[in-house]
């Protein structure tokens, strides 16, 4: 209907997946990277999760794009089945014979175990995606995962790629699922787009759709609309379309906030009869606002009295400032709330409480002769390791960490993470501890992670083959330690064939991938499985 109006050759905001509207944020592109990564490889598990609506499909269209020739793939869209229903369509997007009426998971397993040697041996990749994995049952991820059991002695036969939601994470946190967590050797969190990528985008479709004339967002429209969005791909597409045809309607040339305004709240299903009880509310607020500035008058002048009546009384304790469950509240915090400022300040005020946890003081950097945080920790003994994962990979680890959030404006703020529960997790911002849903961590959360670790004697970087001094002593004590054996004599110890294999074993057992290498993540395990005092995310009960 506004095609014309405004010169365009097509609808630049469908919201079906069009190729030609593609638009590949940052964050997309490093999704895709995640991909290709894991596809590539020959060890089992893809994990890709986000938002709905923040282009996970889209990033899957890229993937089949890019996908070899010498592949075949299988598209599970309706993950809503049990563990037969599942497999049956796996043997049906694969062109794999079964019998009619079959419902012997063991039928199913063996056809497509022929199939898959059958692919490995003419040089074929096999690719199965699932599509909105946090449908699926335990015992269908069950299932799910007993099919990478499907191997040669050298590489998995089949490649699995499951794409969900940010709860697909909490389920694949679960002590049941264990065995399939550890089995992901590449995963993405699909975040939202920045204030900047929402304008690229919006630019980007309205090119592709035939724009050749004006600017119909203009900058203040477009700030609006990431705040509205929250940067959410869908959603951009359904205000923006609503938005241009309301500057239609009314014979605009651009859109502006107004009109903008006006669509979300159609986007967003608010009715005339919302409308009415939303000004309603407004007034009740502010008669409620203008109440309790009465109160507070009286309060004040009544603590004055008491205060001058009570000189002589001792100062009451003040309570513990934590907000949530375990203060004592019947709901956590469900809204994460940064801080007034969240690029100023909360960095630093999140590192310090990390410090914390350690026992050491954080002195505050100055740029001229001050220490930066990592410093500070080396001089403890300690070393900084900045890395990328979700909550699984943060609860395998288990120590705690600074994560960077974000808010419902986009905006950015640090905070240390103290505790991680099964539901629950204990945050800091600012001066104040909170405890939230662990989906709400998720939900802000793009992955990165700064923590730190207990760095071994001498540790010059990661123990290879054929490394020696005190570090590979070190590591042998560790190790004698785990496994409940004397540790081995002689004055210098060589990292060689033998040790190698028990720290294979270890790293097996751990959930790490076993290559026999020492880095950062197999020291922390190796800490954590000899019980050091070092402060942990959680001491591996349950607790809810």
């Known amino acids: 209907m506004y095609r014309e109006y405004f010169g365009l050759k097509e609808s630049p905001f469908s919201i079906s997946p069009d190729p030609a509207f593609l638009y590949m944020s940052e964050g997309h592109c490093e999704a895709l990277a995640h991909l290709m990564f894991g596809m590539n490889g020959d060890s089992g598990f893809v994990l890709l999760t986000g938002e709905v609506g923040t282009g996970k499909t889209t990033v899957c269209r890229c993937l089949l794009e890019r996908i070899p020739v010498n592949s075949d793939i299988a598209f599970v869209l309706n993950p809503k089945v049990t563990a037969e229903e599942l497999l049956a369509t796996v043997c049906e997007e694969f062109g794999i014979h079964y019998a009619e009426g079959n419902t012997s998971i063991k039928v199913f397993v063996d056809n497509i175990n022929v199939f898959l040697l059958d692919a490995h041996a003419k040089g074929r990749k096999a690719v199965l995606i699932i599509e909105e994995a946090q449908n699926l049952g335990l015992d269908v991820l069950e299932q799910v995962r007993l099919l990478t059991n499907l191997e040669t002695n050298e590489r998995k036969l089949l490649q699995i790629i499951m794409v969900g939601q940010p709860e697909l994470q909490e389920m694949l946190s679960r002590w049941e699922l264990r065995q399939l967590a550890q089995r992901i050797t590449a995963r993405y969190h699909l975040g939202p787009l ?46 923006c379309d609503r938005a241009l045809l309301g500057a239609y309607v009314q014979g605009k040339e651009r859109v502006d906030t107004s009109t903008l305004l006006s669509a979300a709240r159609e986007a967003f299903g608010e009715t005339r009869d919302q409308r009415k009880q939303r000004k309603k509310y407004r007034w009740a607020s502010v008669g409620f606002v203008l109440l309790a500035c009465v109160f507070f008058l009286t309060g004040n002048y009544v603590s004055q009295r008491s205060r001058i009546a009570a000189i002589t009384m001792p100062e009451p304790i003040p309570q513990n400032n934590i907000r949530g469950p375990e ?20 960095e630093e005020m999140a590192y310090q409480k990390l410090l914390n946890r350690w026992h050491i003081t954080y002195l505050a950097y100055r740029p001229q002769g001050g220490r930066t945080v990592c410093e500070q920790a080396l001089m403890q003994g300690l070393s900084c390791l900045h890395n990328k994962g979700d909550l699984s990979s943060l609860r395998s680890i288990n120590r705690p960490a600074v994560v960077k959030l974000f808010d419902d404006q986009g905006g950015e703020f640090s905070s240390a993470l103290i505790t991680l529960r099964d539901r629950s997790a204990t945050l800091t911002m600012g001066d104040e501890t909170r405890v939230v849903d662990v989906q709400e961590v998720a939900r802000r959360w793009a992955g990165d992670y700064v923590l730190f670790w207990r760095v071994p004697p001498e540790y010059q970087g990661d123990i290879k083959r054929g490394s020696r001094g005190p570090v590979v002593r070190w590591l042998d004590t560790q190790l004698s330690r785990v496994q409940g054996r004397t540790p081995r004599g002689g004055g210098n110890l060589v990292y060689d064939d033998a040790m190698i294999k028990q720290v294979e074993e270890f790293q097996r057992v751990e959930g790490l991938a076993p290559n026999g290498v020492i880095g950062p993540e197999t020291i922390i395990h190796l800490h954590t499985a000899v019980g050091s005092d070092e402060p942990l995310l959680h001491d591996g009960k349950e607790a809810r």
């Open 194 to 239: 920045s204030k900047e990528e929402v304008g690229a985008y919006v630019k980007h479709r309205l090119t592709i759709a035939g724009l050749t004339r004006g600017e119909l967002f203009p900058s203040r429209t477009i700030s609006r609309l990431f705040r509205l969005s929250g940067g959410i791909p869908r959603l951009i597409n359904v205000i």
């Open 327 to 346: 203060a004592g509240s019947q709901h956590m915090d469900m809204l994460l709330r940064p801080l007034e400022r969240p690029g100023q300040g909360s």
